[in-house]
């Protein structure tokens, strides 16, 4: 991490620790902002000294206020600033004065309001830097510690939540009340609650790293508007996952803003921003949540019960149709029934009623009392064949729901296995659920949520005993220096894109497989080109003035002979210049042309946010119709290259489906990791697309047959 | 009119407003960290200033004038 990094890392200690507050541009008058925080602050029982700093006030609620921040003689850990956004930067500049590195500055009227509010967040930056200050927001709700020996509410968020062990940050202060809200009545609590608003000089990036390091929590949320540093949010949940085993659940707003401008390339077309955004937060292993409900419901399995070591879970229910309902949603969320041991059929045959269903599902029949749930827990949980529990229950007449609820925390204690629970229906079993609640037992409304929280569960846990592997090795320095020399000679040509021998070339600098060939400048040229070439070739138009080959009679394909290959060199020359008079052609590129195989596509898009990404899908014409791509940020690991191919639906078609040979995956894998290396090596890359690039069986490596690099 | 004379009438409105001495007034005063004016007292200060004097000022840029001083060499401009 950079020195700024780091001593965000020591001044967030005061931030979420202090001793001692002061309220900055603090009032007296209910219902403002700057009141609200001293109040919240006091109501919350803060475990240290409040110091409000209000000019023209002697008090405020009983308590001594001072004119200036610098008056105070205490040491001063933590500044809350709520003065206007016009005098910010007079009281951080003061708090630099006092020696208050920790700040939070609430107030807003900053780069959100247009240009004036940039240059005074710039300010902010500026006197931060001066004095060794590091500061949250400005333009946020503020934070909370929930930890018993601190209990700080330094927000305006109307209560204090319960203590827990979910840590939530937020680009969206409205959001915060809103969450609050939503948790207290689900019962759900938190370790640090945190706004961080325009976020400009601590990020979520090292709120994250604090979190990691913080006892008191055990998940991550993260609510992000907008992504400013992909890479390092990517590098922050891996660090996070490795360093400590805890899973960061993500809601990225503005999936549907995607940018409608006509892109150049295959790729700038298929990979939208939002596209990355969801293939990077996987590959990092970060959990990317629809909605805040769907959040809380996984953020909830990850905060009260293990993570599960495998899929295979057992259904309790006291009702066939539920049982059925929970079976189907566990199967499409991609779990397994567990099959249950011989002795645990013995153990359920012997505890529970004839008509019961001792297979799994386990149907205890509507009649069942707290006993036969117990009995039927304790079976399925000594089973080794089970990784999971799930109880489900509908209220009839003869269920005594609390008895059960208690049975289910019970068990939960007794065992390190995860149990979930669905109580159906609201008013009846609304005090199981309360006792659920209490005791840390996640619970869900519906068996599609219990699934889907079961089974994000159990990938979290193949992630953290997946060992990480290595990105691949840097390019020989001799093909990185011809790479750079073709592309500068492109750009000091005033042109961006490379004609296709320059960018086969280039392609081959990285060992990227393309067909032998070269540039034939007359007809005599390209006859004995094709000689050397070996029949069929292609042959293809070089012109920096043509974009698209095939619109002008550019390219001609199948060429058997010699004469054919004379006739195809005056036909493209003709063709060109009668559609395009004005055109500076530099020749002919003759190729020999590649047998027929499988086409896929492999391309590489620069992301604002996420750095480059590679992109592979079914190719062809048809590219943009099916649609059928996997994304990853680079550089990539031989893994990471591996799943993207899998990852396609066509992917049976490489495998060899329906009895055809298999192609050569392992050439298309290489291939995905020299394109990711040629990726890191030239920045000046916009775009590329290889498409097609064919697939020949296996053993028999891959071809790019077509080639187009953008550049900048 | 003589900037002393506006000094010392625009010292008399700020008093009156935030129910403060003018005496403890500096001409550095900034409204709202000095003398912990809030977005109504503002208002009441420009008010107060444009009655004092029988002007009439841009208000959105009079808001934005911070310190004493700054307000005396406004409001000489409407004098």
């Known amino acids: 991490m950079p020195n700024r990094s780091a001593l965000h890392q020591e001044n967030l200690e005061k931030i979420f620790n202090p001793s001692s507050v002061a309220v900055i541009g603090a009032n007296t008058k209910k219902g403002t902002v700057p009141f609200d925080i001293l109040y919240s602050i006091l109501s919350g029982e803060f475990n240290g000294l409040i110091l409000p700093v209000s000019p023209g006030k002697k008090h405020i609620a009983g308590i001594k206020a001072f004119k200036y921040v610098t008056d105070i003689d205490d040491p001063i850990d933590l500044g809350v600033i709520v003065f206007p956004s016009t005098v910010a930067n007079l009281a951080l500049e003061q708090c630099g004065q006092k020696g208050v590195k920790s700040v939070i500055i609430i107030s807003a009227g900053f780069r959100e309001v247009g240009e004036k509010g940039a240059e005074r967040e710039k300010q902010l930056l500026e006197i931060a830097g001066k004095y060794g200050i590091s500061f949250i927001g400005p333009n946020c709700l503020g934070l909370i510690n929930t930890d018993p020996a601190v209990r700080l509410n330094a927000s305006f968020a109307r209560q204090m939540p319960a203590a827990g062990n979910i840590g939530f940050l937020s680009q969206s202060g409205a959001l915060c009340t809103a969450v609050l809200d939503y948790a207290h009545a689900k019962g759900i609590g938190f370790s640090k609650f945190v706004s961080f608003g325009n976020k400009a000089d601590i990020s979520e990036i090292d709120l994250l790293y604090y979190l990691m390091r913080d006892e008191k929590t055990r998940v991550i949320l993260l609510y992000l508007e907008e992504v400013t540093d992909g890479r390092a949010l990517m590098q922050a949940a891996r660090d996070i996952r490795e360093q400590s085993g805890k ?93 249950f041991s011989e002795e645990t059929t013995k153990a359920l045959k012997k505890a529970l009623p004839n008509t019961a269903n001792i297979q799994n599902p386990v149907d205890v029949i509507g009649d069942a ?180 080959k095939v619109d002008v009679g550019g390219v001609v ?156 | 009119m003589e900037r002393n004379e506006i000094k010392d009438r625009v010292l008399k409105v700020i008093a009156e407003v935030l129910d403060t001495e003018a005496s403890l007034i500096g001409e550095d005063d900034n409204f709202v960290f000095d003398l912990g004016a809030d977005s109504m007292q503002s208002l009441q200060l420009v008010a107060g200033f444009e009655e004092e004097f029988g002007i009439e000022m841009d208000e959105d840029k009079a808001l934005e004038v911070q310190t004493v001083g700054s307000a005396v060499d406004f409001i000489a401009q409407y004098v």
């Open chain 1, 247 to 339: 899973p960061v659940l993500a809601i990225k707003s503005g999936r549907t803003q995607e940018g409608a401008s006509a892109a150049a390339s295959h790729t700038g077309s298929l990979a939208g921003s939002d596209d990355i955004c969801e293939a990077a937060f996987e590959q990092a292993g970060i959990i990317r949540c629809e909605h805040i409900e769907e959040m809380f419901n996984i953020a909830t399995a990850f905060a009260y019960a293990p993570i599960p070591e495998s899929n295979r879970v057992a259904i309790i229910t006291n009702a066939g149709g539920p049982g059925v309902l929970t079976t189907d949603a566990a199967v499409r969320q991609g779990l397994q029934l567990a099959r």
């Open chain 1, 369 to 548: 009392t707290a006993d036969r749930y117990e009995a039927a827990m304790e079976a399925a949980f000594r089973d080794e064949n089970v990784d999971g529990v799930f109880v489900i229950l509908t209220p009839q007449s003869m269920t005594d729901i609390d008895a059960i609820a208690l049975q289910v925390v019970e068990a939960a204690k007794k065992f390190n296995k995860p149990v979930y629970t669905s109580f159906m229906g609201e008013t009846d079993v609304a005090s199981g659920i309360r006792i659920l609640q209490q005791n840390n037992i996640p619970h869900y409304i519906l068996p599609e949520s219990m699934a889907k929280a079961f089974s994000t569960t159990c990938h979290f846990g193949q992630l953290l005993r997946r060992k990480a592997g290595k990105t691949d090795g840097a390019t020989p320095a001799s093909g990185r220096l011809k790479a750079t020399a073709i592309l500068q000679h492109a750009a000091e040509e005033g042109f961006n894109y490379l004609q296709e021998y320059e960018a086969v070339e280039l392609l081959k600098e990285y060992g990227l497989p393309a067909p032998e060939g070269a540039l034939a400048t007359s007809e005599e040229e390209a006859a004995r080109l094709v000689q050397t070439a070996g029949f069929p070739v292609v042959m293809k138009i070089q012109s920096r003035d043509v974009m698209h």
């Open chain 1, 557 to 712: 394909l199948n060429i058997q002979t010699e004469a054919e290959a004379r006739a195809a060199y005056q036909a493209i020359m003709s063709s060109v210049s009668a559609k395009l008079p004005e055109a500076r052609i530099q020749g002919v590129y003759v190729a020999r042309q590649i047998p027929e195989g499988e086409e896929v596509i492999l391309g590489l898009k620069r992301d604002p946010a996420f750095g480059p990404v590679i992109l592979f899908g079914l190719g062809g014409i048809f590219v943009e119709i099916y649609k059928d791509v996997s994304l990853r940020v680079a550089p990539l690991t031989r893994e990471e290259a591996m799943d993207m191919v899998r990852k396609i639906k066509a992917y049976p078609l490489l495998a060899g489906a329906r009895g055809r040979r298999p192609r050569d995956v392992g050439s298309i894998v290489d291939a995905i990791l020299r394109l990711s290396q040629l990726a890191m090596a030239h920045p000046e890359i916009r775009e590329l697309d290889i498409n097609p690039l064919i697939v020949r069986d296996e053993g028999e490596g891959c071809f790019a047959a077509d080639v187009k690099i953008l550049i900048k």
